[in-house]
């Protein structure tokens, strides 16, 4: 396949995947995000791989470009950017404890869990690991007062189920989807960021 070829059919896809994207789900976690910013509450986000890159991205996002002058800031944490604090965690305790293991510190009722994941994740599986760290966080907003927001892919996978708010980008492809979960971060922040500016207390 020529480069322009293969250029054309990739950008083709994206068009299809936007006209398919699940924009009433995508309005209720802006709307969920914003009771957030209105109530006080702690945003934590996580992610694994290319996806704990987007959670990080999304948290110097959420903390700086939805900032108004005169106006309450955002308190939004995320989880898998202390290296260190990881690394002991999932050294002493395993991997599937990274995160939930840092909810116990900071979690409040009333916060919220902001998960990327491509997958979303299996039910678990004494044989399977996949993505339990990021299950077990939503399972413990759940159980604990907060409120679980997934972007997810393919079928959306365990998260459709346990998220308050589960956002599918409608396709079976991984770069795909890490690429819609960047510009859907990047969209909800640019409209709270509105949002917030024509709120008046």
Not at 137 to 157: L, P, Q, R, S, W
Not at 169 to 176: C, L, M
């Amino acid at each position: 396949m020529e480069n322009e070829e293969f250029l054309t059919t990739y950008f083709s896809e994206m068009k299809e995947v936007i006209d398919r994207m699940p924009l009433q789900e995508i309005d209720r976690a802006i709307e969920a995000l914003f009771d957030a910013w209105k109530n006080e509450n702690q945003v934590f986000l996580i992610g694994n791989g290319g996806s704990a890159a987007t959670a990080s991205h999304a948290n110097n996002d959420f903390n700086k470009a939805t900032v108004v002058e005169g106006k309450r800031r955002f308190r939004a944490f995320c989880l898998n950017d202390n290296v260190s604090w990881v690394s002991a965690l999932t050294n002493d305790l395993g991997w599937s404890e990274a995160y939930v293991e840092q909810l116990k510190n900071y979690f409040r009722p009333g916060d919220y869990v902001v998960v990327f994941s491509v997958h979303g994740g299996k039910i678990e599986d004494p044989a399977v690991e996949w993505s339990q760290n990021l299950l077990k966080a939503m399972k413990y907003a759940n159980e604990h007062g907060g409120k679980a927001i997934a972007f997810t892919g393919f079928d959306g996978g365990a998260m459709k189920d346990l998220a308050d708010i589960c956002v599918i980008v409608p396709v079976n492809s991984t770069p795909h989807t890490e690429s819609f979960h960047m510009s859907l971060e990047h969209l909800i922040v640019t409209c709270l960021r509105e949002k917030i500016a024509a709120y008046d207390e």
